[in-house]
């Protein structure tokens, strides 16, 4: 049954006028693209901003694709054939003149409200602007994309919400293209990942918990090309491990291998599951060595978790000769808790509010990812446990 989407259109005055100077281009790369085109080019109207433009590279389509770009006169389009998708958006960047750039792909749409919530950020001086992602199956089932943003995080592609699944869950300055250079044309899987990994090595990432695209993953479309988008993965990762601090080195090489088993065992059934079971209990074990090289080698750290469990983190760093300096956590009302100064994350804009402490542990098992990402977003890159 084919699925209708609805786009109404946002008011323009959601839309702050100060921002109005900003001009942002759309690129969607296409071929035979007729079943879902519309829902792209339709959400990018409906954002209800007058700034914009929408540029379709179109890869020579031989299906109606071609005569739904006409019918909608704002497009700049052209369609001629390209050596794949890398090449394709490659065109769209050398046509675009947006202060910001969203790339977004014939089959995904933005959601209601995109441009009006990263565009502050933007005018605050932002480079590159993460946000959410709905990931869509065909049979209407999904899952939200939270990524996280920092580095060591991007990388372990095989966790869960490590990194944007959706280049429409991004925007950036076109500065950024200057900076790291275009997609390559050699990568037809991967080419949005090795991107961002260039991109965040150069910039700091906003991160925003805003849904901003929906990403359908339909039988049929480049997305389900699982098995060689993986091999990208496996190849392209290691590239960059050179840039992380050595512990984080050592824990992403354990990791990586006990993955790479994985893949080796898929066709013997279930051992595959006893090498998940292995792979779970390694990735727990890396998070007590983390704790356990925090306690021993580390003297300044802050705790998060005002709480009875962060009490008995206290305690256990008084004993190894460790200095927390302060506890941190979200919504707080008092000052201080266990003698300590008490923080609250909320108001912790970016890295200075931690300028003077080496690691921080996590005393809150139930939100810990959430956490991570929150303490991601302001730009600590110092280790997390």
Known sequence: MERTVRFDKQPAGQIDTKMSGLFISVITPSLNSARYIKDAIESVLSQGYPNFEHI??????????????????????????????????NKGFSM????????????????????????????????????????????????????????????????????????????????????????DTQNHYTMDWDFLLRSALRYKFCKIDVLLATYRRFDGTKSKENICFENNLFTFSKVYWKYLPVFERVKIFIEFNCIDIIRFNRFIG?????????????????????????????????????????????????????????????????????????????????????????????????????IKRMLDSTGFKKPIA
């Open 56 to 89: 379709v590279v179109d890869g020579g389509s031989t299906d109606e694709t071609l005569e739904i770009l006409k019918s909608y006169p704002h497009l700049k389009w052209i369609s001629e054939p390209d050596s794949g998708q890398s090449d394709a958006m």
């Open 270 to 370: 279930k051992a595959a599951h006893f090498v998940y079971f292995v792979k779970f209990q390694i990735i727990d074990t890396m998070e007590f060595l983390e704790r356990f090289f925090i306690l021993n080698f580390v003297k300044n750290i802050a705790i998060f978790g005002a709480s009875p469990e962060g009490e008995k983190f206290l305690i256990k760093c008084r004993r190894k000769s460790v200095d927390v300096k302060f506890f941190i956590d979200i919504s707080v009302e008092a000052d201080s808790f266990n003698g300590l100064p008490l923080y609250d994350l909320n108001k912790c804009t970016d890295d200075r509010c931690f300028a003077d402490i080496d690691a921080i542990l996590i005393a809150d098992s139930k939100r810990k990812n959430k």
């Open 96 to 183: 675009c003149r947006g202060d910001i750039v969203v790339y977004l792909n014939s089959d995904d749409y933005l959601e209601p409200g995109a441009f009006s919530a990263v565009l502050p950020y933007f005018e605050r001086g932002g480079k590159f602007v993460v946000g959410n992602v709905r990931v869509l199956s065909e049979n209407g089932t999904f899952w939200i994309n939270e990524p996280h943003v920092d580095f060591s995080s991007m990388l372990r592609w095989w966790r869960f919400n490590s990194f944007c699944y959706n280049p429409g869950g991004y925007f950036f300055l076109k500065e950024v293209l200057d900076t790291v250079g275009l997609f």
